[in-house]
Each structure stands twice: as C-alpha cells, then as structure tokens.
Antibody, heavy 120, light 113 residues
Framework: QVHLVESGGGVVQPGRSLRLSCAASGFSFSAYGMHWVRQAPGKGLEWVAVIWKDGDKEFYLDSVKGRFTISRDNSKNTVYLQMNSLRVEDTAVYYC?????????????WGQGTLVIVSS | DIVMTQSPDSLAVSLGERATINCKSSQSVFYSSSNKSYLAWYQQKPGQSPKLLIYWASMRESGVPDRFSGSGSGTDFTLTVSSLQAEDVAVYYCHQYFNTPLTFGGGTKVEIK
C-alpha cells in the first residue's frame, strides 16, 4: 500500500527558504515519477513540479521556475522540494504524489500534505 | 497549457439520487498510440488529501465503490455517482496528465439536498 509522508512545512518570512521532504513506502520508489502539488487555503489544486524516476528530468510550474527545485534520493525513498525566495502567494498545503508512470504522465496517489505559510 | 473546465461548481443531490459532474479540456487528452485518455478524477473530503477515484477516464481505482463511474474521451468527460451516499459529500476534481504542466479542474462541491 502506497504511503507518503510529507514534512518540513512551517511559517517562513517572504524571501526566505524552506525544504520539504516526502518519505515513501509501500511501492518500488525508484520505478515511478514523483510530483509536488499545492493547494492554497480554500482553493483548488495546483501542480508544482515533477521528477522522473531516475531524476534525469524535471518540470516546473512557470511561477516557481528558478525558485523551486525538486530532487529525489532513491536510496532513501525520499523526494524533496527546495523552495527559495518564497512569496506570500506560495502559502499552501503542499502534497507529494506518486505518479502511475515513470515520469509525469500518470494518475496520482497523494500524501497527507504539509502546510507552508509565507508571512511577515 | 491545457485548461480544465468543470461544471457545475456545486450541486445538491438527494440521498440515493444520481450526481453528474462534467469536465471539458481545452484540447484533446487522448493519445492515439495508447488509445487512452489521460484523465483522472479525485475526491477530496474536508480536511483530507485528494483520493484517486478514476484513471484513464473510465478505470475505477481499486477499492472505489462501483457507484462511481467515469466516461468520455478526447475533450469531454463525466463523473457519475449513481446513488449518492452521505459519505460522498466532497469536492471532486478532474485532472489531465497528458502533458506538463499537469492541470486540474476548478472542483465541484457535492452536497446532500
């Protein structure tokens, strides 16, 4: 059974950095692409980034390009999201999600999320 | 980017009655070489993360009750709950995974009438 546990959220000032982690279990982690998707308070779902199973390809939402970096450590079954130069509009629950493919083109199984609040 | 448009924004249905949610994509999400539409549906209950219900437009995820069904191809899709139960109160999202950026519909809130 797929189990994804996010951590690293919290309250941070605008312009600062935060790194989210997602520990995976219950499936062959190195065989699947992994995503980060966010949801601002009271809003809908917004895809943020994807990393291919081997970590050789990454894609980002335009508004986070150059600020966020997705990475993974297949030896630790963990995917990360390094978030730099945070903005108030980045405030959201961040979910990691397993793709049903080696890259980005699959349906998603979700973790429980971690809340990031960007505020002065 | 592929824009996903859901309708209605909300609906209230009596217990045991049918609920129908529509989703339209701004371009086809059908990939001819695989003969599949890259479309999924998720259910999100208050305070919870989204849960996969339907993938490839019409395939029910393991453990999902058979009152949930998905249909459609190309650009027009439908999620149907054949007999609404109290536990189905939630927001439902369609999602295209045909290409990046992955995009979601705005959500449909389903309530009991």
């Amino acid at each position: 059974q797929v189990h994804l546990v996010e951590s690293g959220g919290g309250v941070v000032q605008p312009g600062r950095s935060l790194r989210l982690s997602c520990a995976a279990s219950g499936f062959s982690f190195s065989a699947y692409g992994m995503h980060w998707v966010r949801q601002a308070p009271g809003k809908g779902l917004e895809w943020v980034a994807v990393i291919w199973k081997d970590g050789d390809k990454e894609f980002y939402l335009d508004s986070v390009k150059g600020r966020f970096t997705i990475s993974r450590d297949n030896s630790k079954n963990t995917v990360y999201l390094q978030m730099n130069s945070l903005r108030v509009e980045d405030t959201a629950v961040y979910y990691c999600a397993k793709s049903d493919s080696t890259g980005g083109s699959g349906s998603l199984i979700w973790g429980q999320g971690t809340l990031v609040i960007v505020s002065s | 980017d592929i824009v996903m448009t859901q309708s209605p924004d909300s609906l209230a249905v009596s217990l045991g009655e049918r609920a129908t949610i529509n989703c339209k994509s701004s371009q086809s999400v059908f990939y001819s070489s695989s003969n599949k539409s890259y479309l999924a549906w998720y259910q999100q209950k208050p305070g919870q993360s989204p849960k996969l219900l339907i993938y490839w437009a019409s395939m029910r995820e393991s453990g999902v009750p058979d009152r949930f069904s998905g249909s459609g191809s190309g650009t027009d899709f439908t999620l149907t709950v054949s007999s609404l139960q109290a536990e189905d109160v939630a927001v439902y999202y369609c999602h295209q995974y045909f290409n990046t950026p992955l995009t979601f519909g705005g959500g449909t809130k389903v309530e009991i009438k």
